[in-house]
C-alpha cells in the first residue's frame, strides 16, 4: 500500500495501470440537479424517464485495486434526486479510503467477505450480510481474501443530506493502489 501525505481534495490525482485512481473525489461533480418548470412539466418528464439502468452501461472506474461504478445519481440519471446508489468492486487484500460523512450508508456484501473499521471498531461480513455505516462514523471498508475479489453494492441517502447543507464529508486516507503480488492484472467482474 502506499502512503499519501497531506490529504487535501486537491490534491493531485495518481496514475494507477489503466487511469487516475482518485477522480471520483476530485472531479466536479452534480450532487443536486435543478428541477424547473411548471409542475405539470416537472412531473410528466420525471414519469417518462427509464426505471431500470442496465448494469453493462456503466463503467468500472478507478483502478488498480479498488473499483466502483455509480449506478444511480442525481449526476447520471434524472429520476433521482435524494438517492445514490454503486457497486463496489476490491481486488484481493484491497481496501477503500477511511473516510467520514454524514450521511448513513448501507453496504450490501455481493460477494466475497471482508469487514469494515467503524471508529475504530472492527466489523466482519460476507456475502449476504449488510454493514451499515452509521452517521459521521468514521470507516474503512477491506477485502479479507488473498486470493477473491469483494463486491458490495452501496445505497445511501447523500443527494438528500447535501440538499439539507448537512455537506461534511473528509478522506483520510485513500484506498490501495496496490495488490498483491500474482493480482497485479486484478479486474473487476464483466458480469455486474
Known amino acids: 500500500m502506499s502512503d499519501h501525505a ?30 424547473e418548470g411548471t409542475y405539470g412539466e416537472v412531473y410528466k418528464s420525471l ?12 463503467d468500472w472506474k478507478g483502478g488498480p485495486a479498488y473499483f466502483h461504478k455509480i449506478a444511480i445519481s442525481p449526476q447520471n440519471v434524472q429520476i433521482a434526486q435524494s438517492i445514490e446508489c454503486h457497486v463496489d468492486c476490491f481486488g484481493p487484500e484491497a481496501r477503500g479510503q477511511k473516510h467520514g460523512h454524514m450521511n448513513s450508508a448501507v453496504f450490501y456484501i455481493l460477494s466475497g467477505k471482508g469487514y469494515d473499521i467503524h471508529d475504530g471498531r472492527k466489523l466482519e461480513y460476507e456475502a449476504g450480510d449488510a454493514s451499515i ?33 448537512m455537506v461534511f464529508q473528509k478522506t483520510v486516507e485513500y484506498p490501495s493502489d ?9 479486474t473487476p467482474p464483466s458480469n455486474i
Open 178 to 186: 496496490t495488490l498483491p503480488k500474482g493480482h497485479e492484472d486484478f
Open 47 to 58: 414519469y417518462a424517464q427509464p426505471r431500470v439502468v442496465p448494469g453493462s452501461a456503466i
Open 6 to 35: 497531506d490529504i487535501t481534495d486537491t490534491e493531485p490525482t495518481a496514475q494507477g495501470h489503466n487511469q487516475p485512481v482518485w477522480e471520483r473525489w476530485q472531479k466536479k461533480r452534480t450532487f443536486v440537479r435543478a428541477l
Open 133 to 165: 455505516v452509521e452517521t459521521a462514523c468514521v470507516h474503512q471498508h477491506f477485502n479479507a481474501s488473498k486470493d477473491s475479489q469483494m463486491v458490495c453494492l452501496v445505497m445511501k441517502a447523500k443527494p438528500l443530506f447535501l440538499f439539507m447543507h
